[in-house]
């Protein structure tokens, strides 16, 4: 059950890539006011037949509506910054990420990125499953005072308090 795929790629043109930092594509990956996006990986610009990826920028104390991202999954890596994200029916639940933690949104789920700064710049890294830039923006009333969900398992206890 070999992969022989040596003599029908050309491995050299059609293998590993590397997307310089500074030459991601600002053009291509939606706008949302406050944010601005950049293209690293999709099908136009490598091929990618399965994810896009790229970065996004939050202005200080920036964030976007409740929306969700129809069946992709997006996982967003904190680089700079602190991250807050709101999620549910009501975006009734909340909890913070900082500079080296992952954010994992799962498809259909309701939500609301913010910049939890007034004023730095959240840096982000962002993976999607799928290409198309799928944003729908929801209409529903937001809860007041979040309940604020901690990460608890058997090596992360509850904050005290």
Not at 1 to 28: A, F, Y
Not at 54 to 69: E, L
Not at 118 to 127: A, G, I, M, P, Q
Request: some cysteine; glycine content about 10%; hydrophobic content about 35%.
């Amino acid at each position: 059950m070999g992969h022989d795929h040596q003599h029908h790629t050309d491995w050299k043109h059609d293998g590993v890539q590397v997307i310089p930092g500074d030459q991601l594509d600002p053009t291509t990956a939606g706008k949302t006011a406050g944010m601005n996006r950049a293209t690293a990986i999709n099908h136009a610009r490598n091929g990618a037949q399965k994810i896009w990826a790229g970065t996004v920028h939050i202005h200080p104390d920036a964030k976007t509506g409740a929306h969700h991202h129809g069946d992709l999954e997006s996982v967003i890596y904190v680089v700079k910054g602190k991250a807050r994200m709101r999620w549910g029916n009501n975006l009734e639940f909340t909890a913070e990420a900082g500079p080296g933690d992952f954010i994992f949104v799962p498809p259909y789920v309701p939500h609301q990125e913010i910049n939890a700064s007034t004023d730095e710049t959240l840096e982000c890294v962002l993976v999607r499953s799928g290409q198309d830039p799928v944003v729908v923006n929801l209409d529903i009333e937001v809860v007041e005072k979040p309940e604020s969900v901690f990460w608890v398992d058997p090596i992360h206890a509850a904050p005290k308090g």
